[in-house]
């Protein structure tokens, strides 16, 4: 078999057969396929698309490449979600603590942020002395003993996709359904839990423009779940602008604790019952969904899910006081409020720019070796369908670096305020099962 052929093939819309799917796999993990033959078969991809069940069989080659994590040692049945990227997401940093205190295992490993979208695991590292670096053995005693764990990926995990994923990344072949189905499913799946819960988001701020195009996503991925007899469902939300008030690094952890202590936007809090109530009916700890956000309230006025999350950071090593008093956290040094030009309602507020906008006074990264600044990132007070005053504030920039004008215009393009009524949009559009 040789590479060019198969590339030969997908670029004649022919459909590729397991083995050579195989081929293709170990060979570019094994270093006999370059890149540059790698990305033209991704191209093809790009253009000609997958059959599912080239989709399956490659999800299958690509968990198959690295560990398979082995989670049968914790009781019971282990929840997972992922979102598919957005600006201002930290619904894990909610929905952990909410689903842990419900009495439900989760065992989560998860990422770092790169480019406009940010990561869980830098949220929580702002959080001064969380340890996300857990050998496998504690981290297995930490979710028996407290029922959470959120932590790095193993190295290891699903070799195919960062090899793949950093060439996508560089190659314009990222936004692509089968591609973006299969590096996905392939790490759920060697994550090891037994459900998952998708939240597949669409919009400006999104891989997915629009609708249609998240529910086809949110579709292939549910049936490859539901091929390898995991019960995976989606949400389908909007990130046309961002989700909840902050962005960045300890802004949003900080509005995630606002949201466990009862406080915090409603655009998250929604969104985190919602999802949050399909996990609860797939681990089987409640009969439906109208019971399961019962409970999900019920731990959030009693103030579990906040010990809940209290429990994790101490067991990480993190200093548990933040949660009480914000102040611990890293303060940045400048604050810089920014206010409209004009009045009018907000009808559109890019969440895509203000990721970037974010990224450059520090809270992200523009190359995978970049530092960040853990306090940097905004603070908006006005999102679409608000109504402005001049001179009101839209938005507060946090950072320790010297803000220059070009970055407050990039910002002001993000917003477009207009003289006529703009209602708020839907967040969650709908759930797949
Ligand atoms: N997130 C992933 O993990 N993979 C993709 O391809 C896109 C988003």
Known sequence: MRMVDLIELKKNKQVLTKEQIHFIIEGYCNQ???????????????????????????????????????????????????????????????????????????AKMSGRGLGHTGGTLDKL????????????????????????????????????????????????????????????????????SDTILLDVKYGKGAFMKTKEEARKLAYTMIEIGQ????????????MNQPLGNAI??????????????????????????????????????????????????????????????????????????????????????????????KEGFVKELEAKTLGIISMKLGGGRLTKDDTIDHSAGIILNKKIGDYCNSEDILAYFYTDKEIDQELIDEFYSAYQIVDFFVEKPTLIDEILV
Do not use: W
Not at 138 to 158: H, M, P, R, Y
Not at 169 to 186: E, F, G, K, N, Q
Not at 258 to 264: A, F, Q, S, V, W
Not at 277 to 293: D, T, Y
């Open 32 to 106: 006999r396929i370059p890149d540059y033959q790698m990305s033209a078969l991704l191209m093809s991809i790009c253009f000609n698309g997958l059959t599912k069940q080239e989709t399956a069989f490659l999800t299958d080659e690509m968990l198959h490449s690295g560990d398979i994590i082995d989670l049968s040692a914790i009781e019971g049945i282990k929840v997972d979600k992922h979102s598919t990227g957005g600006v201002g997401d930290k619904t894990s940093l909610v929905l952990g603590p909410m689903i842990a205190a419900c009495g439900v295992k989760v």
């Open 125 to 192: 590292e702002s959080i001064p002395g969380l340890n996300i670096n857990v050998n496998r053995e504690d981290f297995i005693k930490q979710v028996n003993e407290i029922g959470i764990a959120i932590i790095g990926q193993s190295t290891n995990l699903v070799p195919a996709d960062q090899k793949m994923y950093a060439l996508r990344d560089v190659t314009a072949t990222v936004d692509c359904i089968p591609l973006i189905a299969s590096s996905i499913m392939s790490k759920k799946l060697a994550s090891g």
């Open 227 to 238: 091929h390898l007899g995991k019960d995976t469902r989606a949400v389908i939300s909007n």
């Open 248 to 341: 960045g690094n300890s802004l949003e952890v900080i509005e995630a604790i606002n949201i466990l202590k009862g406080e915090g936007p409603k655009d998250l809090l929604n969104l985190c019952l919602e999802a949050g109530s399909h996990m609860l009916v797939q681990a089987k700890r409640c009969q439906n969904e109208a019971e399961a956000l019962q409970l999900l309230k019920q731990v959030i006025v009693d103030g579990s899910a906040l010990n809940k999350l209290k429990e994790m950071v101490y067991y990480q090593h993190g200093n548990i006081d933040v949660i009480d008093n914000p102040n611990l956290f890293k303060q940045a040094k400048i604050i810089l409020p920014v206010k409209a030009k």
